[in-house]
Antibody, heavy 120, light 107 residues
Framework: QVQLVQSGAEVKKPGASVKVSCKAS????????LHWVRQAPGQGLEWMGW????????NYAQKLQGRVTMTRDTSISTANMELNRLKSDDTAVYYC?????????????WGQGTLVTVSS | DIQMTQSPSSLSASVGDRVTITCRAS??????LIWYHQKPGKAPKLLIY???SLQGGVPSRFSGGGSGTDFTLTISSLQPEDFATYYC?????????FGQGTRLEIK
């Protein structure tokens, strides 16, 4: 079965960077886009971008351009999301999500989420 | 970017009730509309794709409709496990955008 297992919670200071990983199993890693979505405490869902694990192509939300980098390591079926120059309003749960079959912008499977807390 | 607007923002209902949540897109998205629900502390779960197709394993009391700019999610007979927050999302074009969510609470 499809599983996405994310790395553990992080506490960072403003201005620092954070890297969250997402290990995929149960399917062909290079066959489906991986998206990152975040959710600030008590708030809605915010799409951050996607990576095509086959080609490495990425597409980022304009709001995060220049601060976010999405990468993948196909040898270990893992996608990573790095966010730089952290601010307090980056405090959120960060999710990776795999696209649904035949629909690259539809999020069929989700990781468990990683809480990133930015605090001085 | 395509803006997605849900209504209502919150809704109180009882077990057994029929409820409908609406989602409006700022431009036509054909039927590229997804519905998710999310329980506290959990990741969202896909319920409906293509505006009206039920994801595998989702109970048939859930149904979706609409096309173009106006969409609905209907739960025909609320069950205790349905009390959650519901989100719509357009999958028509980049960037993906979500509605602000509808919180469904027990009356």
């Amino acid at each position: 079965q499809v599983q996405l297992v994310q790395s553990g919670a992080e506490v960072k200071k403003p201005g620092a960077s954070v890297k969250v990983s997402c290990k995929a199993s149960g399917y062909t890693f290079t066959g489906y886009y991986l998206h990152w979505v975040r959710q600030a405490p008590g708030q809605g869902l915010e799409w951050m971008g996607w990576i095509n694990p086959y080609s490495g192509d990425t597409n980022y939300a304009q709001k995060l351009q220049g601060r976010v980098t999405m990468t993948r390591d196909t040898s270990i079926s893992t996608a990573n999301m790095e966010l730089n120059r952290l601010k307090s309003d980056d405090t959120a749960v960060y999710y990776c999500a795999r696209s649904r079959e035949g629909a690259s912008l539809s999020l069929g499977y989700w990781g468990q989420g990683t809480l990133v807390t930015v605090s001085s | 970017d395509i803006q997605m607007t849900q209504s209502p923002s919150s809704l109180s209902a009882s077990v057994g009730d029929r409820v409908t949540i609406t989602c409006r897109a700022s431009q036509s998205i054909s039927t590229y509309l997804i519905w998710y629900h999310q329980k506290p502390g959990k990741a969202p779960k896909l319920l409906i794709y293509g505006a009206s197709s039920l994801q595998g394993g989702v109970p048939s009391r859930f149904s979706g409709g609409g096309s173009g700019t106006d969409f609905t999610l209907t739960i025909s007979s609320l069950q205790p496990e349905d009390f959650a927050t519901y989100y719509c999302q357009q999958s028509y074009s980049n960037p993906i955008t979500f509605g602000q969510g509808t919180r469904l609470e027990i009356k």
